[in-house]
């Protein structure tokens, strides 16, 4: 069961992730004219997004800059959903 | 192409036009002979003597592919991805029962994805290359139309981008009647996508001259074959075809539209903007399209006019028309499609032959809309303002483009 401060960690960072990807899919997607879907914590960055090997690679640069941690760029291969993201960076905060 | 073997019929269409999604979209504006141009309110366009455009209204890439597709491809990209997997469906092919060197998609256009690189150069200038998008040159590239229909549809085949100005479609077509016809391969996916309707094309047709500056409502322009014509609005769109041997189509009882019976091109080896004057390149462009269909100029019963409304294409094609058909030309009924759709460019090629295939299915000749003065250098046998009931046989579509490149097109009826 996590406490409330937990709670407002986890939908703190969750919120922050998001405005990262919309703003690395609208980087991606000039003049495309398809709407960005919503974006929960249960989105596949890849099935679901179609983030590719490099955009992954601008994710984990963007992780790093916004939340001043070092994400490991073989952890995140394993890093599938906005969920994951989210604990993997809670796990990088918690060491810091 | 002179010794065609296998006859190549016409098994399936997709076309997302100005008229919207879908082949009754277009046939019913061409029955109607209503315009599909609309004002150009992007403020971008704000400056711009051309005022209008033959824009897609409703087209949502999303509802064919996932997002996660869709958004790595460009306009351009995803109305020729759509317009080829409904042609496709509209053919009822099973492609994984066709082996992929017996299968082979040819696809034309002439700015492809134009607007994603011109974005991704803003961004360059603004922020840095740091901040350009990885996928640009994968995305955008003039050949990347192929590469995704190739990827959607599952197939390991030949899948080339043709580029030849405004007769890209046409030579698309052709290549793949080609193909099939020489026995080479059984199916063949052509067409032709375009998505100009970006400042860079528009402002670049403005300074040359080729575009109507009326402002009088998008729905009284272009005009073309007329007296007061003065240059095309550009559309947007994409369409494409299934060609098919007679004997793969007949095996599996095909739904036939009609046979693509001929193609031809040449260049006029002239200007790169100027239409040879004797119309040297039209001429052996049809010539060739004749001998391949083995037809006569007598058995043509509808050309469907590249007629752009251009003061130089009108009048040259007139002569062109007429070095070809000689006085057989009078007796030939002739319109113009693109005051009612636009010029789509690359792919006006495979728009207007899904036109010609339309007219001979429904025995009709769409018109030349806008059609309210003569001019006695254009005086050929057109059909104006309204559509007509004729039972067509033979139809040939004319496409010609920048550099001289001239390509014809036979369809017929089976």
């Keep these: 069961m996590r406490s409330e401060s937990e709670i407002k960690l986890h939908d703190e960072i969750f919120s922050r992730l998001k405005s990262i990807i919309v703003d690395l899919l609208r980087v991606s997607q000039e003049k495309i004219s398809v709407q960005i879907p919503e974006i929960t914590i249960e989105t596949d960055l890849v099935d679901d997004l ?22 490991d760029a073989g952890q995140m291969i394993n890093v599938r959903t906005i969920d994951d993201a989210v604990k993997y960076i809670l796990e990088l905060k918690s060491k810091s | 192409m002179l010794n065609s073997k296998a006859k190549v019929l016409i098994t399936g269409i997709g076309v997302i036009s100005p008229a919207g999604v879908g082949i009754d979209n277009l046939l019913q504006v061409l029955q109607e002979g209503k315009s599909t141009a609309s004002d150009l309110t992007d403020a971008e366009f704000s400056n711009f003597p051309l005022k209008y455009a033959c824009q897609i209204g409703n087209f949502n890439p999303l509802d ?24 496709v469906q509209d053919s009822k092919l099973n492609l994984s029962t066709i082996p992929s060197d017996r299968i082979q998609i040819y696809e034309g256009t002439s700015m492809g994805g134009l607007n994603n690189i011109l974005a991704d150069y803003e961004t360059f200038l603004e922020e840095g290359y740091q901040k350009m998008n990885p996928s640009t040159a994968a995305q955008a590239f003039i050949g990347s139309t192929t590469g995704e229909i ?3 549809l599952g197939l390991r085949s030949r899948s080339i981008t043709i580029c030849s100005g405004s007769a890209s479609a046409n030579d698309a077509i052709g290549l793949g ?20 309707i970006i400042p860079a094309v528009i402002g670049s ?22 007296g007061d014509r003065d240059g095309f609005i550009v559309g947007e769109g994409a369409g494409f075809l299934i060609l098919e041997s007679e004997k793969h189509a007949k095996a599996r009882h095909a739904k036939i539209y009609a046979e693509l019976a001929g193609f031809g091109n040449g260049c006029d080896a002239y200007q790169m903007l100027v239409p040879h004057p004797e119309g040297e390149g039209v001429f052996l462009a049809a010539d ?13 019963d509808y050309i469907n006019a590249h007629g752009t409304g251009t003061r130089l294409n009108d009048k040259y094609e007139t002569i062109a028309l007429k070095k070809v058909f000689k006085k057989n030309i009078f007796n030939i009924r002739v319109s113009s499609t693109k005051p009612i759709t636009g010029h789509l460019l690359g792919a006006c090629g ?18 030349i809309i806008n059609y309210l003065q003569t001019d006695p250098e254009c005086d050929l046998n057109f059909v104006k303002n309204k559509s007509e009931d004729k039972k067509i046989s033979v139809a040939m579509s004319f496409t010609y483009g920048f550099g001289g490149k001239n390509s014809v097109l036979i369809l017929r009826k089976v």
């Excluded at chain 2, 064919?64 to 997997?85: D, I, P």
């Excluded at chain 2, 399209?289 to 007598?298: L, Y």
């Design chain 2, 288 to 300: 060739r399209a004749m001998r391949s269909a083995r037809i006569s100029e007598e058995d043509v």
């Design chain 2, 205 to 226: 047709f403005c300074r040359a001259g080729v575009v109507s500056t009326r402002q009088d409502g998008p729905q009284m322009t272009p005009r073309a074959f007329t």
């Design chain 2, 64 to 87: 064919y592919m996932k997002f996660k597709l869709a958004r790595h491809m460009t306009r351009c990209s995803q109305l020729g991805v759509v317009a080829s997997l409904l042609a």
């Design chain 2, 150 to 152: 190739a990827i959607v």
């Design chain 2, 350 to 367: 495979a728009i207007e032959a899904i036109i010609c295939v339309l007219s001979i299915q429904h025995g009709f000749i769409p018109p």
């Design chain 1, 50 to 71: 179609g983030l590719d090997s490099v955009e992954m690679l601008d994710l984990t640069t963007a992780i790093s800059a916004e939340f001043g941690v070092n994400p």
């Design chain 2, 177 to 196: 009647f080609e193909q099939v016809s020489s026995g080479t391969i059984d199916i063949a996916i052509v067409g032709g996508s375009e998505a100009p």
